[in-house]
Structure formats: C-alpha cells, structure tokens
C-alpha cells in the first residue's frame, strides 16, 4: 500500500515568490493534517481536514497561506508571497479519522522549502 | 490548554545500551492517545508506540517500552539493546479524541558505536 506522497521534496525559491505544495494522503484516511516543522523542532499543525473540511485552521497564516483539499482526497498548501521565515519542512500526514481505534498518523516525507 | 514537553534536548549511549527518554504532558482530559515517534535523519517521522490513557499496562513494542504514569502526566521511552539505527529525532505526542495532537519539540537521540 503507498504511504503519504508528498511533492516537491524541495524547493528554492526567492522571497515575494509563491510556492505551492501536494500531499496525496493514504486512500481511505479522512483526516489530513499540514505540519510546519523548524530545524530542530517539533511539528507545529498548520491546518487538519477532516475530508473536505478545515476542522482546524487556526494558526495557518490566513494573509500569505491558503490550503484546500478538494474532493476530500489530495491537498494543497500555497504560500504567496513567501517570506524568509517560511524556510522550513511543510510535512503532511494522514489519519483514519475520529473514531480511529489507532490515532496513528502517517507521515510524508516532507517538503523542505528554502526562501532566499 | 494542553501542552508535551520534552526535556531532553540530546542524548546520547553507546550501543547495547539502555535509554530512557523522558516527556511530560499537561491536560485536564480523561481519554487521549500518548505516542512516540521516530524521525530519523533525512527520513520519513514513523510511529514507534502507542499508549491509550485507560490502558494501565504499559505498552511494549520488541525493545521499546514506555513507563506511563497517568497521575503524574508522565510518558517516558526506554530503549532497550539501543542499535545504531535507533539514531533519530524522538517526539513525544498527546492526542486527544478530537484528533487534535499536540507534538513535544523532540530529544535528539545519537546511539554510538
């Protein structure tokens, strides 16, 4: 079974660029979650989808992030403009969902964003 | 609000040798999820053990154990027989039923040959 694909694995861009990143989660997981992750630290939850839903949105930078997951499947996260600070790895992960006897979530590899 | 933490930054053991990483959590729920994941360099974060807040066993996973202790909020990870692939970021998590999981900020762990 594929695990979570997630593209590109790194990307360099300039500042005031936009940039724009994928995530096809595991087939069947409803819950899609996008993590900001620093060198060196933890995940940070930027958005969590349950299917089409944005159940969690609140420490997405609503004036240059914006995210959707349409047909509650594949996701998008765009940053636009970028900014230096937003050099980090954006990872995406899924979940089975609310009622999950797990909880377990499963990781892409990541999106390592440089802003020059 | 809840919170993980984490309050080993590094550590580092020579292999073969047992290793216990510690994680402490804040909430004022009855029923979560602990985990321990495992991102080892340049590679994917996986999960390494689960621990359900009613379960009072603790759980084991082959050389893994962790040491849950509910009334003190307390989650630690022993690694036992530590191999050199067992180098790695560890992160303590907390998840609620909501599905809402807060992430420790990680213990990087060196295992030394």
């Known amino acids: 079974e594929a695990g979570v694909v997630q593209s590109p694995r790194y990307k360099i861009i300039e500042k005031k660029q936009p940039v724009a990143f994928w995530c096809n989660p595991i087939?069947?997981?409803?819950?899609l979650y996008w993590y900001l992750q620093n060198l060196g630290q933890g995940p940070e939850l930027l958005i969590r989808y349950e299917n089409e839903e944005a159940v969690d949105d609140s420490q997405l930078p609503k004036d240059r992030f914006s995210a959707e997951r349409l047909k509650g499947v594949d996701s998008t996260l765009k940053i636009q403009p970028a900014e230096l600070g937003d050099s980090a790895v954006y990872l995406c992960?899924?979940?089975?969902?609310?009622?999950?006897?797990?909880?377990?979530?499963?990781f892409g590899e990541g999106s390592r964003l440089t802003v020059l | 609000a809840q919170t993980v933490t984490q309050s080993q930054p590094e550590m580092s053991v020579q292999e073969a040798e047992t290793v216990t990483l510690s994680c402490t959590y804040d909430?004022?729920?009855?029923?979560?999820?602990l985990f321990w994941y495992k991102q080892p360099p340049s590679r994917q974060m996986i999960l390494v053990i689960r621990?359900?807040?009613?379960?009072?066993q603790n759980a084991t996973e082959n050389r893994f154990s962790v040491n849950f202790q509910k009334a003190a909020k307390s989650f630690s990870l022993k690694i036992s027989d530590s191999q050199l692939g067992d180098t790695a970021m560890y992160f303590c998590?907390?998840?609620?039923?909501?599905?809402?999981?807060?992430f420790g900020k990680g213990t990087r762990l060196h295992i030394l040959p």
């Open positions: 909430t004022s729920e009855n029923n979560y999820y």
């Open positions: 992960a899924s979940s089975l969902g609310v009622g999950s006897t797990t909880g377990e979530l499963f």
């Open positions: 087939s069947g997981h409803n819950t």
């Open positions: 621990q359900e807040a009613y379960k009072q």
């Open positions: 998590a907390f998840m609620l039923r909501d599905d809402k999981i807060i």
